[in-house]
């Protein structure tokens, strides 16, 4: 996460990871979710907000999550139906309830048939919100598999040459299990940045990098500058202009487009606004292909060769993706998770109107 | 394919698809290549120069190929071995020959499998270069299939912040099929540009763009520039500097390290100079998921979609990939393929060094 997004450490207020857990599925049953998903659900925003994913933890996502519920737009009992399957496939509807509590479900339904198979592929269609992508690849990579997690949904970023958006901003997310290192984790959107990225700059009052969005006609933003109102700016495909690449991050979010929404018998967010979120989900049984202490043992090698990478001048270190996110797990397993003011004052609102216990503050 | 690569008008010679194939072939048998693995390493080359991707074509690669098989560095009888096997997936071994024979050879078994399970999943070990990655992926979307292909090799590009080259420009493919409008086919290095690129531009005298390298010390340079001498710069990742997302492009390639490389028990070649190029292809049955007929539907939908976008000012249309590859394609077919004066050349003395009958030019 770039030094822009932090909260000022001057305003933070920290909670424990226990309290954080305990308020955010009180929320959730409150609003009609059973216990065992409501326990789903609020893992995954926790490993969100544990490993430093500030865009998709509590502060940025929970009160979408509680609007949605109490909308009716999404529906707290949505239960999990399978479409079609074969040994070592399923498609399968999530129900219209969040995404954060189906994809880990479905993801285990991979892990079954990778299991059976060496692979397991797994399209859901019909769910709300995904979470961090990453959550739900790791969750192979526990089992020593390579975990594949890719989501598309929205319509927020301009193809390529284009002046209207079309695309979401379509994350890819691929764990894969190591011995002592941090394991490597991979969790990127295809925009040049994520969405939500937009809104915590905007909340933080900082600038945004040239690259990282275009005008409403669709010019790429080659400056600093501030976010535009809302319907008044595009979000740019990873790469920002076609000469730097903007193609490939294009292509990528098609890619999620064809693999999420086409494959899981769903419609693209461009061909349907209301068609939520799509999620294409792989688990690849290491087992199958090689033994798995030598995978482990290949890739600590590889992973280390990355470290011990000489930095570039002025810069202090190289790192691989998953490593940064495993530091702030730590620091903030043992001191706390930190929220921005205004979101211990959303909870506190929330909590009073749900009937629920206030949030524990450390 | 920018403009800036693009063989001047005056300086080509063309020739006919047809005799081009004639004279591959003939080279790669008289490298002692078996017929029918000559056809099938002369049909991927084929494939990169009728569909516009000059840097995989002939005028690029053969030299290299033919180099490659008379230095005894690749073996022209080389043979396929299964290393491990499960319903869905394959670990293979190419037998130390070019990838262009092998992968292709691979693909099918995933296909099979993938018609038995719902998906094939295979990683290829111990080969020479793989081509144009998108061909593999379109083998698959001939079938039906959605079909994925990642290459990893060589050690060209650094790290985000590093200093010094770890990753190989690792192409990502995928291809789906289509009814009537182009087959979607995305095709791209992971790093800002790929490599045989910069190779072109420093044949035809242009310079690079902003973001395409670093210099020595592994610091992005951010101008017009021309490429400095070999080990005096260094590829940057997609996205080309931290702040515009390049550490999604490194991640992205570190990402084909571990499905290529590792998963497919070979080293990358930042742990191996000599470990050559290493494969992940897979394949997804459709009919596994949904019905094939409505998959096509859906996809042709999105992309008429995508191209009905306006384009921002000054800018002609929008695209999506695989378009300009299907142009070029009818283009070629039709008009012959153009090649620069210096790959004739090189062809005619090729041809008198191996006893082979010279290239027919239109």
Same mark, same amino acid.
Request: overall charge negative.
């Given at each position: ?12 207020? #920290? ?23 409501? #326990? ?26 509680? +609007?949605?519920?109490?909308? @009716? ?41 990778? #299991? ?86 905007? +909340? ?40 730097? @690449? ?75 993706? @998953? ?8 620091? #903030?397993?043992?001191? @706390? ?26």
């Amino acid at each position: 996460m770039l030094e822009r997004f932090h909260v000022p450490t001057a305003d933070e207020v #920290r909670v424990s990871e226990a309290a954080l857990r305990t308020t955010v599925e009180s929320i959730f049953m409150a609003l009609g979710i059973a216990a065992e998903d409501a #326990r789903q659900g609020a893992d995954v925003l926790l490993y969100a907000d544990l490993h430093g994913v500030e865009t998709h933890g509590v502060s940025n996502m929970l009160r979408v999550y509680v +609007r949605q519920y109490q909308d @009716g737009r999404l529906d707290p009992t949505g239960e999990l139906t399978i479409l079609n399957e074969r040994p070592s496939t399923a498609a399968i509807d999530g129900g219209n309830t969040l995404g954060i509590i189906q994809g880990p479900k479905a993801m285990r339904i991979a892990i079954e048939k990778a #299991r059976n198979t060496g692979a397991g592929i797994v399209t859901v269609r019909n769910v709300g919100h995904t979470g961090a992508v990453g959550y739900h690849a790791m969750l192979a990579a526990h089992e020593d598999m390579i975990g594949v997690s890719l989501t598309a949904g929205g319509a927020l970023v301009a193809p390529t040459f284009g002046a209207e958006a079309r695309l979401g901003t379509n994350p890819i997310a691929l764990a894969a299990p190591t011995k002592t290192l941090p394991p490597f984790l991979f969790d990127a959107a295809t925009s040049s940045v994520a969405g939500n990225k937009l809104i915590l700059a905007s +909340r933080l009052g900082v600038t945004l990098h040239p690259g990282w969005i275009a005008s409403w006609n669709g010019t790429p933003i080659m400056e600093e500058a501030h976010l535009p109102e809302r319907g008044q700016f595009l979000q740019l495909p990873l790469g920002s202009t076609r000469e730097m @690449g903007s193609h490939k991050g294009y292509g990528l979010a098609v890619m999620n487009e064809i693999l999420c929404s086409i494959l899981g018998s769903a419609l693209p967010s461009m061909l349907d606004a209301d068609s939520g979120s799509k999620q294409f989900l792989a688990a690849y049984d290491i087992s199958a292909f090689c033994d798995v202490d030598k995978f482990k043992e290949s890739l600590e090698d590889m992973l280390q060769k990355l470290l011990d990478t000489p930095p570039a001048p002025g810069l202090e270190r190289v790192i691989y993706p @998953g490593v940064a996110e495993e530091e702030e797990r730590a620091e #903030r397993s043992a001191g @706390g998770i930190p929220l921005h003011p205004e979101v211990i004052e959303w909870f506190n609102a929330t909590c009073d109107e749900l009937g629920v216990a206030q949030l524990e503050t450390l």
